[in-house]
């Protein structure tokens, strides 16, 4: 099992701008995040199906599914895992931890198929 701490990532709203764009704040954020994993992977990557489970911390306005989307697709711009489809990442989970304020933690394991 890998665990990475990441920075809070922007809210979906503030990602895009029209529509495709990728936003000042998400770059600086996704330019962080990837600096971050690739420290912490040491260039492991993960070519079978995984389990990832992500705690954030609580903030009642934000959707807890914006944190799933942006990570995960980091972790794959990154090289930790192959692919974010099903077959590759058939387990998802994500928790409210009260204990974080200013990070997100990642928890990367192989699971049996």
Do not use: C, H
């Amino acid at each position: 099992m890998i665990e990475y701490s990441l920075p809070v990532p922007p809210s979906t709203n503030a990602m895009y701008i029209k529509g495709r764009i990728k936003s000042p704040v998400y770059r600086r954020w996704e330019r962080e995040a990837l600096w971050m994993i690739k420290i912490d992977a040491g260039g492991v990557t993960f070519d079978a199906p995984v389990a990832i489970a992500i705690r954030v911390p609580y903030n009642p306005r934000r959707d807890l599914d914006n944190y799933m989307k942006v990570t995960i697709d980091a972790l794959v711009t990154a090289g930790v895992i192959v692919d974010d489809n099903m077959k590759r990442v058939p387990v998802k989970s994500i928790r409210v931890d009260r204990s974080l304020q200013d990070e997100i933690r990642v928890a990367i394991k192989l699971v049996d198929e």
